[in-house]
Nanobody, 125 residues
Protein backbone atom coordinates (compact mmCIF):
# COMPACT_ATOMS: atom_id res chain seq x y z
CA UNK A 1 0.00 0.00 0.00
CA UNK A 2 1.32 3.43 -0.87
CA UNK A 3 0.34 7.04 -1.46
CA UNK A 4 1.16 8.78 -4.72
CA UNK A 5 0.92 12.56 -4.85
CA UNK A 6 0.81 14.74 -7.94
CA UNK A 7 -0.08 18.24 -9.09
CA UNK A 8 2.72 20.41 -7.80
CA UNK A 9 4.44 23.01 -9.92
CA UNK A 10 5.45 26.62 -10.38
CA UNK A 11 2.73 29.27 -10.33
CA UNK A 12 2.53 33.02 -9.90
CA UNK A 13 1.02 34.67 -6.83
CA UNK A 14 -2.77 34.67 -6.99
CA UNK A 15 -2.96 31.59 -9.18
CA UNK A 16 -4.34 28.15 -8.32
CA UNK A 17 -3.14 24.57 -8.16
CA UNK A 18 -4.84 21.29 -7.38
CA UNK A 19 -2.94 18.53 -5.66
CA UNK A 20 -4.05 14.91 -5.77
CA UNK A 21 -2.96 11.94 -3.70
CA UNK A 22 -4.13 8.42 -4.42
CA UNK A 23 -3.75 5.45 -2.12
CA UNK A 24 -3.10 2.21 -3.94
CA UNK A 25 -3.42 -1.36 -2.77
CA UNK A 26 -6.22 -3.63 -1.56
CA UNK A 27 -7.65 -0.94 0.69
CA UNK A 28 -10.86 -1.42 2.60
CA UNK A 29 -11.00 1.88 4.42
CA UNK A 30 -9.04 4.97 5.41
CA UNK A 31 -9.87 7.14 8.39
CA UNK A 32 -8.22 10.55 8.03
CA UNK A 33 -6.45 11.89 4.95
CA UNK A 34 -4.52 15.10 4.93
CA UNK A 35 -1.88 17.38 3.53
CA UNK A 36 1.18 18.70 5.30
CA UNK A 37 3.91 20.97 4.01
CA UNK A 38 7.52 21.54 4.81
CA UNK A 39 10.02 24.25 3.98
CA UNK A 40 13.71 23.28 4.27
CA UNK A 41 14.90 24.00 7.78
CA UNK A 42 11.38 24.07 9.21
CA UNK A 43 9.16 21.45 10.75
CA UNK A 44 6.45 19.80 8.75
CA UNK A 45 3.14 21.55 9.39
CA UNK A 46 -0.47 20.59 8.93
CA UNK A 47 -2.22 22.22 6.00
CA UNK A 48 -5.58 20.44 6.01
CA UNK A 49 -7.14 17.16 7.06
CA UNK A 50 -10.40 15.44 6.21
CA UNK A 51 -12.01 12.60 8.10
CA UNK A 52 -13.86 9.62 6.67
CA UNK A 53 -17.11 11.47 7.39
CA UNK A 54 -15.87 14.58 5.55
CA UNK A 55 -15.16 16.73 8.57
CA UNK A 56 -12.34 19.12 7.74
CA UNK A 57 -9.73 21.11 9.58
CA UNK A 58 -7.41 23.76 8.14
CA UNK A 59 -4.36 25.66 9.21
CA UNK A 60 -5.28 29.28 9.89
CA UNK A 61 -2.90 30.42 7.16
CA UNK A 62 -4.87 28.65 4.42
CA UNK A 63 -8.46 29.03 5.62
CA UNK A 64 -10.65 30.52 2.92
CA UNK A 65 -8.08 29.81 0.19
CA UNK A 66 -7.55 26.02 0.27
CA UNK A 67 -10.17 23.30 0.11
CA UNK A 68 -9.57 19.65 0.94
CA UNK A 69 -11.83 16.92 -0.39
CA UNK A 70 -11.73 13.17 -0.89
CA UNK A 71 -13.16 10.50 -3.12
CA UNK A 72 -13.51 7.37 -1.03
CA UNK A 73 -14.27 5.20 -4.04
CA UNK A 74 -10.89 6.16 -5.48
CA UNK A 75 -9.06 6.38 -2.12
CA UNK A 76 -7.92 9.81 -3.23
CA UNK A 77 -7.57 13.12 -1.42
CA UNK A 78 -7.40 16.48 -3.16
CA UNK A 79 -6.20 19.91 -2.16
CA UNK A 80 -7.52 22.82 -4.18
CA UNK A 81 -5.26 25.79 -3.56
CA UNK A 82 -6.48 29.20 -4.65
CA UNK A 83 -5.02 32.67 -4.25
CA UNK A 84 -1.59 31.21 -3.73
CA UNK A 85 1.04 33.29 -1.97
CA UNK A 86 4.83 33.06 -2.02
CA UNK A 87 4.70 31.85 1.59
CA UNK A 88 2.78 28.78 0.39
CA UNK A 89 5.96 27.60 -1.31
CA UNK A 90 6.88 24.23 0.19
CA UNK A 91 7.03 20.52 -0.40
CA UNK A 92 3.52 19.19 0.17
CA UNK A 93 3.15 15.70 1.62
CA UNK A 94 -0.02 13.68 1.74
CA UNK A 95 -0.86 11.52 4.72
CA UNK A 96 -3.32 8.78 5.51
CA UNK A 97 -4.19 7.51 8.96
CA UNK A 98 -6.05 4.40 9.96
CA UNK A 99 -5.78 2.29 6.80
CA UNK A 100 -7.33 -1.17 6.73
CA UNK A 101 -6.16 -3.24 3.79
CA UNK A 102 -5.23 -6.71 2.59
CA UNK A 103 -1.51 -7.37 2.38
CA UNK A 104 0.16 -9.20 -0.51
CA UNK A 105 -0.49 -12.43 1.40
CA UNK A 106 -4.14 -11.44 1.83
CA UNK A 107 -3.77 -10.80 5.55
CA UNK A 108 -6.09 -8.14 6.88
CA UNK A 109 -3.78 -5.39 8.07
CA UNK A 110 -4.16 -2.11 9.94
CA UNK A 111 -1.67 0.67 9.32
CA UNK A 112 -1.83 3.62 11.65
CA UNK A 113 0.07 6.17 9.58
CA UNK A 114 1.28 6.37 5.97
CA UNK A 115 3.13 9.15 4.16
CA UNK A 116 3.35 9.78 0.46
CA UNK A 117 6.28 11.33 -1.34
CA UNK A 118 6.28 15.08 -1.51
CA UNK A 119 5.30 17.29 -4.38
CA UNK A 120 6.91 20.71 -4.72
CA UNK A 121 4.75 23.81 -4.93
CA UNK A 122 6.55 27.02 -5.84
CA UNK A 123 4.75 30.35 -5.84
CA UNK A 124 6.86 33.06 -7.40
CA UNK A 125 6.61 35.92 -9.83
Amino acid sequence: VQLQASGGGLVQPGESLRLSCAASGRILSINDMGWYRQVPGNQRELVAVITSSDNTNYADSVKGRFTISRDNAKNTVYLQMNSLKPEDTAVYHCNAQGLTYYSSTMRLTYLYNLWGQGTLVTVSS
